[in-house]
């Protein structure tokens, strides 16, 4: 198991924003109207969240803290080189840490931030997936856990978008925010998923890992993937599993859709992701790297 020793102190928790389901329970049966999502302070709350867009990629970017921590230990999620400084302006505004810099996969559509900040934060590391055999500080693998401060992501693999694809997911416990979120990747999209002909990609992993890594949890954990092309923001376990139009096929219905979807080659794919294999930056890799794993 992965271990990243932080400072652990229990202090009274801060007030901060976080998305929350207006009903108090969402029944595994849904009824057939979108669910309403509002954004509220509640007492005792841990974790402050942050949803970042970058348009030209269609790519969001998540700041996640412990702000109940003396010393407000952050992360970001999949960084873009391009809103790099938009990012680190708003975690010094609002006075976080920044530790890691993370991916949920090695990105075919744009650059990763990651080595950028890494150049520009010292002591920040990036993580990234082992089995996506790119470079990064901390090499992550099933059921590893990311800890900032006093909260912690759980690692679940979900290949089938790309062979290193992994979903971080907040979390289980009465000191861990509530609902759960799940941050996918590409893996799984509101209302869809992303494409597996190229990057070692499979249907049926996709299917595979979905339902087994996604699915299973909660049908309240509030579902964040890496990109959305419709305006849309958050989704939920429960959502997904009665409406995603592709992932309530069964396997064969699934892999025939993924096999005639006709996609044009990624435009940012022979930039990205040899730059994203080597941490964003291309001279990052003559640089030595630090792999920590099980």
């Known amino acids: 198991m992965l271990r ?32 309403a999502y509002t954004t509220s302070s509640q007492n005792n709350n841990k974790l402050l969240f942050r949803q970042l867009f970058e348009k030209e990629s269609s790519t969001y970017t998540y700041l996640l803290a412990d702000v109940s921590h003396p010393d407000k230990p952050a992360l970001l999620i999949d960084p873009v080189d391009k809103t790099v400084e938009r990012d680190l302006t708003l975690v010094k505004e609002l006075g976080l840490k920044l530790i890691y810099a993370m ?25 990234i997936s082992k089995v996506s055999n790119s470079k990064a500080d901390v090499l992550i693998e ?76 909660p049908k309240d954990t509030l579902i964040y993937p890496a990109h959305d092309y419709k305006g849309f923001t958050v989704s939920t376990v429960g959502e997904e599993m009665l409406y995603n139009p592709r992932l309530t096929k069964d396997e064969e ?9 006709n996609l044009s080659y990624p435009k940012m794919i022979d930039i990205a992701v040899p730059a994203n294999m080597v941490c964003g930056l291309q001279d990052l890799a003559a640089m030595p790297v630090e792999a920590t794993s099980n």
């Open 253 to 261: 219905g699934f892999k025939n859709i993924m096999e005639n979807l």
């Open 4 to 35: 990243i020793s932080l400072l652990r102190v229990s202090l009274p928790c801060s007030s901060s924003p976080i998305f929350s389901l207006s009903q108090s329970h969402l029944h595994s049966k849904l009824r057939p109207q979108a669910m």
């Open 142 to 217: 099933a059921d590893d856990k990311i800890r900032f401060g006093d909260l912690f992501l759980e690692v679940r693999p979900t290949p089938g978008h790309t062979l290193g694809c992994i979903t971080y997911v907040t979390g289980d416990g009465p000191d861990q925010p509530q609902p759960r979120m799940a941050f996918t990747g590409d893996a799984l999209l509101i209302r869809g998923c992303g494409r597996t002909d190229f990057q070692g990609g499979s249907s049926l992993q996709l299917y595979k890992s979905v339902h087994s890594q996604i699915f299973t949890l």
């Open 103 to 127: 991916n949920t996969h090695v990105h075919a559509d744009h650059v990763t931030g990651t080595g950028l900040i890494k150049t520009k934060v010292p002591g920040v590391k990036s993580v």
